[in-house]
């Protein structure tokens, strides 16, 4: 892996944005009436995960852009002192930790998307509070598991490089058109100077199979480009577009991260992750293994 240039210092990443305001229209009814970021991944909410992934990379203030309907991700991770005096009294004390952990994971911050305007809005919102300090960008419905969380891999690529650092993953060719698709040039292990981002591209005019997904470092100049930014489809302002202009302005690198990702924000990719989750842990794995071989798969 290259270093950044000799005198380049770039300040520390402290900050997460945590992208909680759309819809969840994959989910839905599920999510009618509950935030699709509070559906249970095993016996968590999704975006339990993504801050968890947050704390353990080093941020400490976790700013969260919500919407209307999205009450129910401040209160899980608000302190409920009802709940936790019904643990004590029951003698429930692993419980009682468990809850009182999750409100001090970090510095929790609430802004509101007031519309829909798109993800590139959405990073807008955290312009107040995030100030001249550069930031990893989370969606939250990418839930990633590895040794090593994919926040903290970014972070370090970005302290060696000093400039934005997109996550990305090889996918199918059928699958590039769902994707930003970047045109890179291999400088390292998994790491790429980005030349160029082409937004969902049809297979036959994809430069790569190289597919952003959903961590991003980013550095605080993204929010001029992105008032820059022309409105797409529906009047909504895309991320890739935004980043798009930085590119003609600074270098960008793009890090094939480790880990497996879960797209939660789709039926079959939380099942997925669901069954995967459970199997890793010691409570639930050896219950549910034999369940799984139980049962009768012939069509």
């Known amino acids: 892996m290259s270093k950044a240039p000799q005198g380049r210092h770039p300040k520390s990443v402290r900050k997460a944005v945590v992208l909680a305001a759309g819809y969840g229209t994959r989910l839905l009814p599920a999510t009618k009436a509950q935030p699709k970021?509070?559906?249970?991944?095993?016996?968590?909410?999704?975006?339990?995960?993504?801050?968890?992934?947050?704390?353990?990379?080093?941020?400490?203030?976790?700013?969260?852009?919500?919407?209307?309907?999205?009450?129910?991700?401040?209160?899980?991770?608000?302190?409920?002192?009802?709940?936790?005096?019904?643990?004590?009294?029951?003698?429930?004390?692993?419980?009682?930790?468990?809850?009182?952990?999750?409100?001090?994971?970090?510095?929790?911050?609430y802004v509101r998307q007031k519309e829909q305007r798109g993800i590139g809005d959405a990073v807008l919102t955290a312009r107040g509070v995030i100030g001249d300090e550069p930031f990893v960008l989370f969606f939250p419905d990418d839930v990633i598991l590895g040794d090593v969380p994919a926040a903290r891999q970014l972070i370090d690529i970005y302290d060696a490089q000093g400039g934005p650092v997109l996550a990305v993953e090889e996918v199918p060719a059928k699958e590039v058109e769902s994707y930003g698709i970047v045109d890179g040039e291999a400088i390292g292990e998994g790491l790429y100077r980005v030349r160029a981002l082409v937004e969902k591209p049809k297979p036959a005019e994809a430069p790569s199979s190289l597919a952003i997904v959903g961590r991003y470092v980013l550095t605080p100049d993204i929010f001029d480009v992105l008032t820059e930014t022309t409105p797409g489809k529906g009047g909504e302002i895309q991320i890739t577009d935004g980043l798009s202009l930085l590119l003609a302005r600074r270098a960008m690198f793009a890090y094939r991260f480790q880990g497996k990702r879960f797209d939660t924000g789709r039926p079959l990719g939380l099942l997925k992750a669901s069954i995967e989750v459970a199997l890793a842990r010691p409570d639930v794995g050896p219950a549910l293994r034999g369940y799984l071989r139980a049962l009768d798969l012939s069509e």
Do not use: C, N, W
Not at 37 to 66: M, N
Not at 78 to 102: F, N, P, T, Y
């Open 37 to 109: 970021e509070a559906l249970p991944l095993v016996d968590k909410p999704i975006i339990q995960y993504t801050v968890e992934e947050a704390a353990a990379s080093g941020l400490t203030q976790v700013i969260i852009v919500t919407a209307a309907g999205k009450r129910a991700i401040e209160d899980h991770f608000d302190r409920s002192l009802e709940l936790e005096q019904a643990l004590l009294a029951k003698g429930e004390h692993a419980r009682l930790e468990e809850v009182r952990r999750i409100s001090d994971l970090a510095d929790i911050v």
